[in-house]
């Protein structure tokens, strides 16, 4: 059986960052009311980058606009992953299980950050990205892969969601025109490593 928790991942990061050049220093681009753009990233796409792309989207509405993407789509998001947002009051209707080659095509948006939520993906070789986004690790275990009774999947889900949105409320909070580049990104780093108290639900 799964246990939420997961490996810092600085190997496929260091892919990404070469594939778009980050450099150590500089800061976003300071316009005012604009809003940054998040890409989640895991294997399948079909639960946690999924319910990480529509946290983004409700805890910083105005600021960020998310989207998510798999190294291997499933090619249809998880059914309790529906289930659990659904029950959250999130509007289902336009998710799906895409490639991250969509987000790579020249008409892409420009990524202002890349969080990788799944540690499977270290194998995987990164496209290359619109922009230069600041990249951060922000693992957690797969709930599409928790063995179990339905209840528990159900709550496992649960668990998964919560740890995601706790990071994602931290990170809506900051006032990203005000930091460079570089303590953006630990920042980012740090709020991949928070993880919510045993027992919590």
Do not use: M
């Given at each position: 059986m799964l246990r939420a928790g997961s490996v810092f991942n600085r190997g496929l990061l260091l892919r990404v960052e070469s594939a778009v050049g980050i450099k150590s220093r500089g800061a976003l681009a300071p316009v005012a009311n604009r809003e940054y753009n998040v890409l989640f990233l895991c294997t399948g796409n079909s639960a946690r980058s999924i319910m990480a792309e529509c946290a983004i989207n409700?805890?910083?509405m105005g600021k960020f606009r998310?989207?998510?993407?798999?190294?291997?789509?499933?090619g249809a998001v998880h059914r309790l992953t529906l289930e659990l947002l659904n029950k959250m009051n999130y509007d289902t209707s336009e998710l799906r299980s895409k490639s991250w080659?969509?987000?790579a095509a020249p008409d892409g948006p420009k990524l202002d950050f890349?969080?990788?939520?799944?540690?499977?993906?270290?194998?995987?070789?990164?496209?290359?990205?619109?922009g230069q986004?600041?990249?951060?690790?922000w693992g957690v275990a797969d709930p599409a892969a928790f063995v179990g009774?339905?209840?528990?999947?159900?709550r496992f889900f649960?668990?998964?969601?919560?740890?995601?949105?706790?990071r994602i409320k931290i990170f809506a909070s900051l006032r990203i025109e005000t930091v460079d580049s570089?303590?953006?990104?630990?920042?980012?780093?740090?709020i991949g490593r928070i993880k919510l108290p045993d027992g919590r639900e």
């Open positions: 409700r805890w910083g998310g989207f998510s993407a798999g190294s291997h789509p499933k080659d969509e987000f890349v969080f990788t939520v799944c540690d499977q993906a270290a194998a995987e070789p990164c496209p290359f990205w619109p986004p600041i990249t951060a690790h009774t339905d209840d528990e999947k159900r649960f668990r998964i969601y919560r740890e995601l949105e706790n570089f303590a953006l990104r630990n920042r980012a780093e740090e």
